[in-house]
Every structure is written in C-alpha cells, then in structure tokens.
C-alpha cells in the first residue's frame, strides 16, 4: 500500500531554521515533490528528489534517503510569510505507464512567530 | 511563466445540476490532473491524462467523469452534483520532474 506521514503542525521564530520531516512507504518510489501552501491557495512547487542527497534552493533545502523512505524540507532564516502548510508528496510509478501521478500527505501547517 | 488557469474561483451550484470545471496550461504538458482537497484529508486525485484524449481513474473517481480533446485543456465533469462534492478542486499539469497547480475552484453544492 502507500502511505505518507507528516507531522500535523509545527511552530517556528523569525529567523530560526526549521525542518519538517516526510516518511512514506510505496511500491513504485520515482520522486519526492514538497510544496507550499498558504490558505486559500493553491500548492506551489518548492523542490523535487529522486536522488540521495540534499538540494539546496535559496532558504529552502530537501533532503531524501530511499533506503529509509525519508525526506525533510528545510527552511532557514525564517519569515513570517513561510507561515503555511507544507506538502510532501511521492511520485508513483505503480501500475506502469509514464504518467506523473503524485501521492499527497495531509500536510504540516507550520506557524512562524515573532 | 508557468500558467495554469482554472474557469472559475468560486462556484454555487443546486444538487442535481450539472457542473463543468475547466483547466488550461500553456506549458505543453502532456499530464494533466484534477485534485480535491478537503480538511483533514488532504489532496486527493480524481482523474488524470497523460495525452489528448486518453484518461486513468485516480483515487476518488465516483461521480465525476473528465475530457481531454485539446492538450492544453482538461475539463473535470460532475454529472449530477451532490452536496459530498462540495471542495475545493485543484488542476494541476506537469512533467517528470515538476507538477504546477492551478488557483482552485472552490465548489459548493447547496
């Protein structure tokens, strides 16, 4: 089966780090995606893995294992604006075909703080 | 810049009537998908294409029905709208590595 697990909610200060853990099990892993989300928005794109390692983008960092099914998204420097829920979401190739179809969690609402 | 764009924002509609929800990317993308996404259970997938007029059931396919007869134009269709259908719906288009939303059409059937 598939499954994605992230924590509910999270709370932050202006100008710490935080890193918001992913774990997922499925049966055909070709990519991990995390998106941003504020409310009343729709999810907007942050980082993509398919490789072991970390991928630096600006403030926000993603890491993944796929030995472990484990990923964490990493935001420094925080702002008031990164206040939003974070998406995880794992591509999976169940079933063949070349298609891009994403499996979601639930997400982690995160709330940064003065 | 990516685009992808959604007929409506907000939509009121009677149980019973028929609802046509509208999607265009102007990315060339061959996927296209159509998500809902309520509280508590996140973002879940409905319908997805993976070329002009071929389409696979996603996870919550019941009630809906989709067409794709243009590339960049993937429309989520409710024949009879029912009261459980009230979300809020999320196209999305994409390639291999990258997946970009639409602003969402937040649906209530009364």
Not at chain 1, 27 to 52: C, I, K, M, R
Not at chain 1, 54 to 82: A, N, P, T, V
Not at chain 2, 56 to 74: M, N, T
Request: aromatic letters at 12%; proline letters at 3%.
């Amino acid at each position: 089966g598939q499954n994605i697990d992230q924590p509910t909610e999270m709370t932050a200060t202006e100008g710490a780090i935080v890193q918001i853990n992913c774990t997922y099990q499925t049966s055909g892993f070709n990519g991990l995606f995390w998106y941003q989300q504020h409310a009343g928005e729709a999810p907007t794109f942050l980082s993509y893995n398919v490789l072991d390692g970390l991928e630096e983008k600006g403030r926000f960092s993603s890491f993944l294992s796929r030995s472990k099914g484990y990923s964490y998204l990493l935001l420094k420097e925080l702002q008031m604006k990164d206040s939003a829920s974070y998406l995880c979401a794992v591509r999976d190739l169940r079933g063949g075909g070349a298609t891009n179809k994403l499996i979601f969690g639930t997400g982690t609402l995160l709330a940064v703080q003065p | 810049d990516v685009k992808v764009t959604q007929s409506s924002r907000y939509l009121v509609k009677r149980t019973g009537e028929k609802v046509f929800l509208e999607c265009v990317q102007d990315m060339d993308h061959e996927n296209m998908f159509w998500y809902r996404q309520d509280p508590g259970l996140g973002l879940r997938l409905i319908y997805f294409s993976y070329d002009v007029k071929m389409k696979e059931k996603g996870d919550i396919p019941e009630g809906y029905s989709v067409s794709r007869e243009k590339k960049e134009r993937f429309s989520l269709i409710l024949e009879s709208a029912s009261t459980n259908q009230t979300s809020m719906y999320l196209c999305a288009s994409g390639s291999r590595y990258e997946q970009y939303f639409g602003p969402g059409t937040r649906l209530t059937v009364t």
